[in-house]
């Protein structure tokens, strides 16, 4: 696995026993899941209630952190575009 190979075995997706390759990623720290046509495996498929967690965690924070468009306030105002003379420079 440290240097990237792949290895066959079967996991378990949903309720399906599953044929697929595992390889490391070193540059990224993971593993790459790929089934039999090496097409690969996403960890939203492998993970499915994990990722139901993250999605109404997601939802409840996002609900609370917009601000509405009355609640922005800029600071600043933009300057006029300064016109500029051709006759620049030395």
């Known amino acids: 696995m440290r240097n990237g190979n792949y290895y ?3 996991m ?6 599953v044929p697929v390759s595992i390889a490391a990623n070193p540059q ?3 593993l790459d899941v790929y089934d039999k ?3 690969e495996i996403r960890q939203e498929k492998i993970f ?4 139901q967690g ?3 965690q997601q939802e409840k924070g996002t609900a609370n952190s917009l601000p509405s468009n ?5 600071p600043w ?6 016109q500029t003379d051709r006759k620049r420079g030395r």
């Open 8 to 10: 066959h075995t079967e």
């Open 12 to 17: 378990m997706i949903g309720n399906k026993n």
């Open 28 to 30: 990224i720290k993971t």
């Open 37 to 39: 046509n090496m097409n």
């Open 48 to 51: 499915p209630e994990q990722t």
């Open 54 to 56: 993250r999605k109404s």
């Open 70 to 74: 009355q609640d922005i306030v800029q």
């Open 77 to 82: 105002t933009q300057d006029k575009a300064q």
